[in-house]
């Protein structure tokens, strides 16, 4: 391939990239400027990724993106083939077809008609292509068969994504996170088995294929399954019911690493927690590695048996909790740093500030910035941000009551220390003014709706690292500071009497 022809297809490509952008902004990832274009062969367009699982991404939820921007950058029927590093391009197959359709050697106006039809990797007979080459019709590979090169043993995706590096550590997941990094370093033997539990959407499933990822990365040959309850339950009445128990166990028993995802499924499923008790005991037998999550903990899944709840508490038991707003602020920067975004600071606190409940919601945030400024066409700041998720914000507000002002907290905070208006909002810095400043400051996130530099303006003009350093020096001095603490409640039972709270 020549200097020019590298060239056009890298040009091809940025199109490409760039309508996926425009038009899929959900779908676009930081890491789709590290693919290789390939060129044309057989009526596709080659796109290599970085690895298996990048490759598996792209199959599983861009065809249908990459696809419309392909045929609109080029006005050509052709179809994205995605490959991973040792994925062969130009395979036997495709040369075979090449050789062949030059022997037939088509009419000038059939191979210019523009016709096109799917290949046998989508389901033709060898005569239905024969006949296809006959007229000059040029072969290209359908979505669905792009599809069908993925695994099909009903494991589920690893979203590349998700590995440690973008985990956001907090006092809320620390021991789980913790756990997580030294099974993947040392699987089989760290703790075993591994059971992280909590609620839906704080990260539970993203420390599973962190795992996964750091342990194929490490052990490229390994032979892991990583499934949900659901599918070990489906794919064991199936076997049950077609006679291929052999087949299944040998999926679940034959591996170096078990992961299973929403454990607590297998309640009430009598034959399945037999299944799953002697599958469980034949890989800790074998030093193999099982991992489960579960939205609660072992004693507390219903209608489970109780010989499975002492094995699961033989390893480590784990909790992921909610996250707290400082590492929500991380997980949204994170999150639109992957997607090739920049959140203004303004933007990040609001949207961590009102939305406290999970992680899929914080991330359902930014994808609906992300349309919302692509259809107004405006660029993503705290008025747009406000319009985008005008719904979400008037929830929080409502849920959380009128409640006192900035304004009332500083004149309560006054009251309360003996300590002026005007010397709260100053400059000073010794501790008679500082504390009580604050304390002002923790109150404010803690009550009020406004932003972190919002707050900071209203004291005097402050930015938002000094608020984050109020918020942080409060909430940790008053675990141990019992005076504190008595000032802090004080102040917050004046409040809500004042508010009517």
Not at 123 to 152: C, F, M, N, W, Y
Not at 188 to 202: K, S, T
Request: proline share 4%; glycine share 8%; charged share 25%.
């Amino acid at each position: 391939m020549g200097i020019q022809d590298r060239q056009h297809d890298r040009s091809v490509l940025d199109d490409v990239l760039v309508k996926v952008k425009l038009n899929h902004p959900e779908h676009t990832r930081k890491w789709f400027e590290e693919l290789e274009p390939l060129g044309i062969a057989s009526g596709s367009f080659g796109v290599r990724a970085q690895s298996d699982m990048h490759r598996d991404y792209l199959r599983r939820t861009c065809l249908e993106a990459f696809n419309d921007a392909l045929g609109e950058t080029t006005g050509q029927l052709l179809a994205i083939r995605f490959l991973g590093p040792n994925d062969e391009w130009e395979s036997p197959i495709t040369t075979k077809r090449a050789e062949t359709k030059k022997a037939a050697a088509p009419t000038p106006a059939a191979a210019s008609s523009g016709s096109s039809i799917w290949s046998d990797e989508a389901g033709l007979s060898d005569q239905e292509l024969k006949d296809s080459q006959s007229l000059g019709v040029t072969p290209i590979v359908h979505a669905s068969s792009e599809r069908s090169r993925l695994d099909s043993s009903g494991a589920l995706p690893i979203n590349p994504d998700y590995g440690f590096n973008e985990f956001v550590i907090g006092p809320n997941n620390r021991l789980a996170h913790a756990a997580s990094v030294a099974v993947a370093e040392n699987p089989g033997f760290a703790y075993n088995p591994l059971f992280i539990h909590g609620g839906v959407g704080l990260g539970k499933t993203h420390l599973l294929q962190a795992i996964c990822l750091r342990i194929t990365q490490e052990n490229p040959g390994i032979n892991l399954h990583y499934v949900s309850c659901d599918g070990f339950m489906t794919q064991f009445m199936s076997a049950v019911q077609s006679g291929k128990m052999a087949e299944f166990r040998h999926t679940f028993r034959d591996v170096d690493l078990l992961v299973i995802d929403d454990i607590h499924f297998l309640a009430k499923r009598d034959r399945t927690q037999e299944e799953f008790f002697h599958t469980f005991n034949a890989l800790y037998q074998a030093n193999k590695q099982i991992i489960l999550s579960s939205d609660a903990p072992p004693e507390e899944i219903p209608d489970l048996e109780e010989r499975l709840v002492s094995r699961f508490m033989w390893g480590l038991v784990a909790k992921v909790e909610k996250p707290g707003f400082e590492t929500r602020i991380e997980i949204l920067k994170r999150k639109a740093d992957a997607r090739g975004i920049k959140l203004p600071e303004p933007v990040v606190t609001e949207i961590a500030h009102y939305i406290d409940t999970n992680i899929r919601e914080l991330e359902g945030a930014i994808t609906k910035l992300q349309i919302y400024a692509n259809v107004e066409k405006r660029d993503i700041d705290l008025d747009m941000a406000r319009d985008a998720l005008g719904a979400e914000f008037a929830a929080a507000v409502s849920a959380q009551g009128t409640g006192p002002t900035i304004d009332r907290i500083i004149s309560e905070i006054s009251g309360y220390y003996s300590v002026k208006r005007t010397e709260i909002l100053g400059k000073r810095r010794h501790k008679s003014i500082a504390l009580p400043r604050q304390v002002g400051m923790y109150l404010s996130r803690k009550y009020t709706r406004h932003s972190l530099e919002e707050v900071g303006a209203h004291f005097g003009g402050r930015d938002h690292t000094t608020v984050m350093h109020a918020v942080r020096t409060i909430t940790s001095k008053s675990k141990d500071d019992e005076s504190l603490h008595s000032d802090v409640l004080a102040i917050e039972s004046r409040l809500r009497v004042g508010s009517g709270s």
